[in-house]
């Protein structure tokens, strides 16, 4: 069993995407194990986004993700980490398998819809930021 931080961005939470994109996890098979709706504060979007401290979109991510609500979910499943990321597809759309929901939703590299964790150490790191009161409490319940 494993897990994987989503983000529903912006963009999507302004398109009425939420539904359709949990949906499509659910669909899969993944199952929520954590939900919740807020604005991320400058502090938390610096630390989400570390890795990409420097680069030359660093500071429109920034912008980006604490421009409106965001809706942050904790994934469970048997390799949610690389099942996620092949339903979101590529970061660019336009690369983005068919189907994907960045092929589907996603206008550019920034307003991609959606975020996940690329590896179990960042899934780790991204759920203690995003969900820093329920450390245990979001892991699934057996049966
Ligand atoms: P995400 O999975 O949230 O991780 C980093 C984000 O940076 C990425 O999705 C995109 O939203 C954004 N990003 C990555 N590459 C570019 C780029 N070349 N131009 C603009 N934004 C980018």
Known sequence: MEQSLILIK????THHLIGAII???????????ALQMLRPTQELAVAHYA???????????L?????????ALILSGEDAIAR??????????QKA??????ALYG????????????????????????????ETSHVPSEG
């Open 107 to 134: 206008e550019d590299p920034m307003h991609n819809v959606v975020h996940a964790s690329n590896s179990s150490a960042n899934a780790q790191r991204e759920i203690a930021l995003w969900f820093p009161k329920s």
């Open 63 to 71: 912008s980006f993700i604490t421009s409106g609500d965001v809706v």
């Open 10 to 13: 912006p963009d999507a939470v």
């Open 84 to 93: 996620v990321r092949l339903l979101n597809g590529a970061t660019d759309p």
């Open 97 to 102: 398998d068919a189907g994907t929901l960045r």
């Open 51 to 61: 890795e990409h401290q420097g680069k030359p979109f660093y500071e429109a991510l």
């Open 23 to 33: 949906g499509r996890y659910e669909e899969e098979g993944l199952t929520v194990s």
